[in-house]
């Protein structure tokens, strides 16, 4: 449904760290559904088992959490330039089975509640209709702007 150039305007994740492919379906407010392709060539499965690699879990939730991001963007209709969606909580997080290199990942993403510049949302992670990983997250809004005031 939308291009990895069409995710990038809505997620400002870059390579090694975009953790989507593509947004398989889309519904403006409500959810999104994505695919991850998984692939031996990526870095961290250098380390992440040499013997027997293993997608990281916290990817798994780094891919909700870019999901979310482009919900949340896509159905502001942009990406502003001063704003960052930040992961502030995961709940209810739970892992059901390991993800490997070959492996697609569909992820759902869902909008489960939005309060002024929060947003609680719920995902499954799933590999051939298996759930890997499903949980709650948690994101609020930070707006940049240059007239604050510095720590330095």
Same mark, same amino acid.
């Given at each position: 449904?939308?291009?990895i150039e069409?995710i990038?305007?809505?997620v400002p994740?870059?390579y090694?760290f975009?953790l989507i492919?593509?947004v $398989? +379906?889309? *519904?403006?407010n409500?959810? @999104?559904t994505t695919?991850k =392709? @998984? !692939? &031996?060539n990526?870095?961290?499965?250098a380390?992440?088992f040499p013997? #027997?690699?293993?997608f990281p879990? @916290?990817?798994? &939730?780094?891919n909700?959490?870019?999901s979310a991001c ?7 209709g942009? $990406?502003e +330039? =001063?704003v960052?969606y930040?992961?502030?909580k %995961?709940n #209810?997080? /739970?892992f !059901?089975a390991p %993800? ?6 569909? !992820?759902?993403? &869902? $909008?489960?509640? #939005?309060?002024g +510049? *929060?947003?609680?949302?719920s995902? @499954?992670?799933c590999v051939a209709?298996?759930t890997m990983a #499903?949980?709650? $997250?948690?994101?609020s809004?930070?707006?940049? =702007?240059?007239d /604050?005031?510095?720590?330095?």
């Open positions: 449904m939308f291009s069409e990038m305007r809505f994740h870059r090694p975009l492919d593509r $398989l +379906d889309f *519904a403006e409500q959810s @999104v695919l =392709n @998984v !692939t &031996i990526e870095a961290h499965f380390g992440h013997k #027997k690699p293993i879990g @916290v990817y798994l &939730i780094e909700m959490a870019q482009f919900l949340l963007a896509r159905s502001a942009k $990406l +330039d =001063n960052v930040v992961l502030g %995961v #209810k997080m /739970s !059901t %993800v490997y290199p070959g492996d697609q990942v569909i !992820t759902r993403v &869902i $909008l489960e509640k #939005k309060f +510049d *929060a947003a609680l949302v995902g @499954v992670a209709d298996r #499903k949980g709650e $997250l948690m994101f809004v930070i707006r940049e =702007n240059a /604050s005031p510095s720590c330095a």
